[in-house]
């Protein structure tokens, strides 16, 4: 009995353990921030592509608008981007699916503009009228990255003149 006490008192190789004990958590602490910093680029490549892909569909709905500005009288059909002419037309809005407005290495924008209608403005003549258009523009950036803008703007025109 007395030599199973003497090797428990026995303390001689413990260093040994408490070091390999010790090697064992710092190894897992290193492999958790490895894995923690990995997702977190990830996530940051993520953000960006989105970010490209919604300011991809900006430009769509932008351009669209300043394409609407250039138009008089105003617009009062749905339209589709043309790739031929490089024009909104009528017959391409019934095809589905957006047009392709532009793209360039890393994204692309398509558009649609819906007429809504037209309405009185106040504060004006009787000949003078709001023309209302719904735009929706989408954005497709790297990665599949996807991002959708809708605006209602108008424009005013004096339809007699």
């Not at 958590?25 to 997702?39: D, M, Q, Y």
């Not at 394409?67 to 017959?91: A, H």
């Amino acid at each position: 009995m007395k030599g199973i006490v003497d090797t428990i008192a026995n303390d001689r190789g413990s260093a040994l353990v408490v070091a390999l004990l010790v090697l064992v958590l710092l190894t897992l602490l290193g492999i958790s921030a490895t894995t923690t910093s990995t997702i977190e680029v990830q996530i940051a490549g993520n953000e960006k592509f989105h970010d490209m892909a919604f300011y991809a569909a900006e430009s769509g709905w932008q351009t669209s608008l300043n394409w609407l500005d250039r138009q008089f009288p105003g617009v009062t059909q749905n339209l589709g981007w043309d790739e031929d002419s490089k024009t909104f037309v009528v017959e391409n809005y019934n095809t589905p699916g957006y047009m392709v407005l532009a793209e360039d290495n890393d994204t692309e924008y398509s558009v649609k503009i819906e007429f809504v209608g037209t309405r009185a403005v106040p504060g004006y003549g009787t000949n003078f009228r709001r023309f209302n258009y719904r735009v929706n523009s989408v954005g497709i950036g790297p990665g599949n990255a996807r991002s959708e803008v809708s605006v209602v703007a108008g424009k005013i025109f004096d339809t007699e003149g």
